[in-house]
């Protein structure tokens, strides 16, 4: 189970938008992310550590080493952030955790069978989840 300290830093790298201004979130990329927040998110999802290194861009030795050291570089917080922030919105438009990381993992009709995970690896296909959610949420036919 997580502590709450690591619960709580995870919640606000999936907050987003309401933690701060632009500025301070900016700043937070730019320090990189640390590792709780990675793992915590990992184990939120659901998945491995092969698999969370692979959504970074990253091969699994260097998000070894990212553990270690204790936090990630500003284009692995970057991506760490986008993941977050998308799970985060799934979350609220499908209802909870569960059916979020299901939706996520799994390929999508809406998506051409793709999933939503690799594609939002790259911001067209991030942009394109968080619209469909948002037809999801506003009930609209996808």
């Keep these: 189970?997580?502590?709450?300290?690591?619960?709580?830093?995870?919640?606000?790298?999936?907050?987003?938008?309401?933690?701060?201004?632009?500025?301070?979130?900016?700043?937070?990329i730019e320090e990189g992310f640390d590792s709780e927040s990675v793992e915590v998110l990992r184990e939120r999802l659901g998945l491995s550590t092969e698999q969370m290194a692979e959504l970074l861009g990253?091969?699994?030795?260097?998000?070894?080493?990212?553990?270690?050291?204790?936090?990630l570089s500003p284009g692995e917080s970057n991506r760490l952030?986008?993941?977050?922030?998308?799970?985060?919105?799934?979350?609220?438009?499908?209802?909870g955790e569960e059916t979020a990381r299901q939706w996520l993992t799994t390929g999508?009709?809406?998506l051409g069978g793709r999933v939503p995970l690799e594609i939002a690896r790259y911001e067209p296909g991030a942009r394109e989840i968080r619209q469909l959610l948002g037809r999801?949420?506003?009930g609209i036919p996808t």
Excluded: N
Excluded at 58 to 71: D, F, K, V
């Design 81 to 95: 952030y986008r993941y977050a922030r998308l799970f985060g919105r799934a979350v609220e438009v499908l209802g």
């Design 136 to 138: 999801i949420e506003r």
């Design 1 to 28: 189970m997580s502590s709450p300290s690591r619960v709580s830093s995870t919640e606000r790298l999936i907050s987003g938008p309401a933690e701060g201004s632009l500025d301070a979130q900016l700043a937070r």
């Design 58 to 71: 990253i091969s699994a030795r260097t998000l070894s080493r990212r553990m270690q050291a204790g936090r």
């Design 108 to 110: 999508q009709w809406a």
